[in-house]
């Protein structure tokens, strides 16, 4: 509770649910990839990308 006026409650936050971006699936997209700081791409446990380790 706050003593200013004006103040309003910010509204409650859910969980955000990502889909799998492979066309035509609508499944719940669990595993997000990203190289850097690019935006991730979410894709379902069936496509998801085979991610390799680079030789450094």
Same mark, same amino acid.
């Given at each position: 509770?706050?003593?200013?006026? @004006? /103040?309003? !409650? ?10 799998? /971006?492979?066309?035509?699936? !609508? !499944? *719940? @997209?669990?595993? @997000?990839?990203?190289? @850097? %700081?690019?935006?991730? &791409? *979410?894709?379902?446990? /069936?496509?998801?990308? /085979? *991610? !390799?380790? %680079? &030789?450094?």
């Amino acid at each position: 509770m706050s003593d200013e006026t @004006g /103040e309003v !409650k910010a509204p409650a936050a859910g969980p955000y649910v990502h889909y799998c /971006e492979h066309p035509g699936c !609508k !499944k *719940w @997209g669990s595993f @997000g990839f990203a190289v @850097g %700081r690019a935006t991730p &791409n *979410w894709f379902c446990y /069936e496509h998801r990308p /085979e *991610w !390799k380790k %680079r &030789n450094a």
